[in-house]
């Protein structure tokens, strides 16, 4: 590993895999009871010892007054039952005074060697150090035992909730990894349906990451969320360094982080800040795109959100200059708007309208001519501070378009109950897009080439939607027509399946399915909405949203012979071999592959 | 030199000495063996084995199966003497005598063992 971080290496030089050397391997945590309890063992040891030897060599008498000694079994038998208290009396014959002067010394001696035994016990497995150890050797068995491919999250906060929350949804395996205790503990609180292993450490130290399963083989990916620029960094360094080709994505609000991260391998980063940028600029320019793009990545059942529309012209009133309102500062002038900022610690820049000062001083915000002004944004990072700006700005013209930024999520009810137009959650945009890259990484391509095609495009890829999916948004998965994936297939892929004809229903051929296909993807060349009359070919992949039925049907054709001979052709064929040959009804067979596909006319 | 290991191989040849002591003589004449010197080896190797507790190395590992092979073959030495002393009416008869003796050979056995790894330890320790 050293060599390679001496020199940050070009990208796509990193194919040694390297390993993390793991600390010697730890002791089963009996072993370290063991080494706890040693010196109070041996204080037992030698207390008992002592005293029946002791016992032995003090002369007692019997009842006749004859001299006798006690035997070592009648001694130890003896000690046994005082010392732990249990006391069935002086055996085998009563005591000398001799006798009875020792005995009372050893049963002090013996309650203490007890105690002190016992305590050292406790106090062991109360010990913070032996907790953790016992933790982790728990984590580190439950990550080994892992089969199914899992996802690793560093960092656990709102995002990272999220995030896992929606996953967990989807049936993916998660690991997280926290510094705080606190976000392990939610993993306990909240309902999951998977058991999230979760472990308590700080993920720049390589070790945790590999505790946790980086060169796990089941590892698909590691996704760095921690609110800490730097220690994401750090996550997507080691990953590049350590298991290069592994997915990375890492969440950063710099764009220096970001042109670091980009130095090692090629992480996906994500920087919700930019995003909203982006987002504002797609809203104004192709509002039907931005819907489209806003309702898909939030997921299954969804409904489609209403959004406001910014104005596409006037000038933009900015509170709060900090990263975020760059970002947005720059994205609004690339526009070609007027921007005015508001800022106490605001420096100038060309070409905007700087006002330093606090914008919560009523005379700013005049100063600020929000009578004039098309949009507001109240983008400080504090939402006390948003809230107020808001209210003010609303009352200064009520015609505003509002935009605003949450960063508590405990804040949620009071900016819904402002109606704020474009409001900005920086976890939840990050948590969302993560989710659509992880889910169903076609979707994002989908996303990112969806607006080249025009707003008039979207607009009716939604309207399609909408008729089929109503106002939820259905299931999005993908479809590869393959042998394996797609087995009914089979005798059809060779000529190619027309989309029309497979998206027919099983139930009845003349209705089609409640679905849309939004992506076809052949070789790595995408058309986006296919229409009904493309022609399928093998290891074509499909992305398709609809409802979860016409997904079941879809799996019933693609799976099934039988129902694809009756979905693709019309021919209605027994399904059993004996009835098939009785009938002479013989579904198409892959050797026939001349047979041609009817082409359909839509249904 | 540390104490700690002053402490340690004294114990474990102090284990070794006491169970030879024990197990000298003819196997059968229980005179010849001294229930006190059994009393000891078993103290002794009590806490021979306490204090090879929670050693992580290799030869730790080692170190505390002998001393508890020791253990269990002069525990049940041990044993066979209370039979024979206290349960079963002939006494200390020589076939007795000889099966707590033999028991008690099959601990110096183990005990030898612990000796001789204590020596390996010394010398690769010197070495390095």
Known sequence: MKPAMRRPLPRGRFHRQTAIAHPAEGSPTVFLVMRRMRAPLIVLILIFAISVFGLTLIPGQD????????????????????????????IPHPFTGAQRLWVTATIYLTVIGWAYAIGSLLATLRDRAFREALALRRFTATIRRMREPFLLVVGYGQTGQLLGHALDTLGRRLVVVDRTPEH???LDIDPYYADIPGLVADARNPHTLGVAGLEHPACEGVVALTDNDEVNLVV???????????????RTVSPAIEHRMRAFGSPTVVNPFDRYGDHLRLALHKPSAYLLTSWLIRGEGAEMPELGRPPASGRWVVCGFGRFGHKLTEDLRADGLEVTVIDPRADPVPGVTVIKADASEPAVLAEAGLAGAAGFVAGTDNDATNLSLVAAARTANPALFIGARQNRPANAP??????IDWLLVPSEMAAREIYARLSTPMLWRFLQEMPELGDEWAADTLERMRAYCGAHLGALWKLTLSAGETPGLRPWLRPGVVLGDLLRSPR???QRLDAVPLMLMRDGVTVLGPADDTRLEEDDQLLIVGR??????????????????????????????????????????????????????DP | ????????????????????????????????????????????????????????????????????????????????????TQISSSGMTPE????????????LLANLVSVALLVIETTTFHRR
């Not at chain 1, 009842?63 to 006391?87: H, K, Q």
């Not at chain 1, 099934?560 to 067979?589: D, H």
């Not at chain 2, 229980?30 to 190797?45: D, G, K, P, R, S």
């Not at chain 2, 007795?96 to 601990?107: K, M, Q, R, W």
């Open chain 1, 548 to 601: 979860p039925y016409a997904r079941r049907s879809l799996v019933d054709t693609v799976t099934n012979r039988v129902v694809a001979e009756y979905v693709l052709s019309g021919r209605e064929v027994p399904a059993g071999w004996v009835w098939q040959r009785v009938t002479g009804k013989i579904p198409t067979a892959a050797e026939r592959s001349e047979s041609p596909v009817r082409s359909s006319d």
């Open chain 1, 63 to 90: 009842a006749d007054g004859n001299p006798v000694r006690m035997g070592f079994f009648d001694a130890f038998y003896f000690m046994s039952y005082t010392a732990t208290t249990i006391g069935y009396g002086e």
């Open chain 2, 1 to 84: 030199m540390s104490l700690e290991k002053v402490i340690f191989g004294f114990f474990v040849l102090l284990a070794a000495t006491l169970n030879f002591g024990f197990f000298i003589g003819d196997i059968s004449n229980a005179a010849l063996h001294n229930e006190y010197e059994l009393f000891a080896a078993v103290v002794v190797n009590l806490i021979a084995t306490v204090l090879k507790f929670g050693d992580r190395t290799q030869i730790g590992a080692v170190h505390l199966a002998t001393s508890l092979v020791a253990d269990l073959q002069l525990i049940a030495a041990t044993l066979t003497w209370v039979y024979a």
């Open chain 1, 508 to 510: 009845d051929r003349e």
């Open chain 1, 414 to 419: 009071l900016f819904a109950a402002m109606e």
């Open chain 1, 184 to 186: 392990i503990d939610t």
């Open chain 2, 96 to 107: 007795a005598t000889a099966s707590v003796v033999s028991l008690s050979g099959g601990a």
């Open chain 1, 236 to 250: 997507a360094m080691t990953v590049a360094l350590v298991r290069p080709g592994l997915p990375v994505i890492a």
